[in-house]
Nanobody
Framework: QVQLVESGGGLVQAGGSLRLSCAAS????????MGWFRQAPGKEREFVAA????????DYADSVKGRFTISRGSARNTVYLQMNSLQPGDTAVYYC????????????????WGQGTQVTVSS
C-alpha cells in the first residue's frame, strides 16, 4: 500500500502561483509513477501531469503546458506541482495519485490517491 498526502493548496489571484506537494509513504520502493489530477465542481476529474519514478518521462495536459511544472524530490517519494500564471479555470480540488511503471492519463488506471487539496483562483 502507498499512502499519499497533498499540501500547498489555497486561494490565489489570477496570474499568481502556487506549489503543491505530495508525500508518499508505505511501500514506496519500486518503479511507480506519481501524477496530479483535478476536479472542478460539476466536472469530471481530469489529468493534469505525471512523472515517472526517476523523472525520465513527464506528461502534461494541454491546458497546463507551459504554466505547470511537475518534479520529484531527491528522495523520489515526494512530487511537486509548480503552478504559474494561474487562471480561474484552474480552480479545482487537486489530487495526487500513484500507479506502477508507465504514465497513464486516465484516473481509473491509478491505484493510490490522496485526499485532495483545494486550489481557488480568483479573477
Amino acid at each position: 500500500q502507498v499512502q499519499l498526502v497533498e499540501s500547498g493548496g489555497g486561494l490565489v489571484q489570477a496570474g499568481g502561483s502556487l506549489r503543491l506537494s505530495c508525500a508518499a509513504s508505505g511501500r514506496t520502493s519500486g518503479n511507480y509513477v506519481m501524477g496530479w489530477f483535478r476536479q472542478a465542481p460539476g466536472k469530471e476529474r481530469e489529468f493534469v501531469a505525471a512523472i515517472t519514478w526517476n523523472g525520465g518521462s513527464i506528461d502534461y495536459a494541454d491546458s497546463v503546458k507551459g504554466r505547470f511544472t511537475i518534479s520529484r524530490g531527491s528522495a523520489r517519494n515526494t512530487v511537486y506541482l509548480q503552478m504559474n500564471s494561474l487562471q480561474p479555470g484552474d480552480t479545482a480540488v487537486y489530487y495526487c495519485a500513484a500507479r506502477y511503471f508507465v504514465i497513464h492519463t486516465t484516473d481509473s488506471d491509478y491505484n493510490y490517491w490522496g485526499q485532495g487539496t483545494q486550489v481557488t483562483v480568483s479573477s
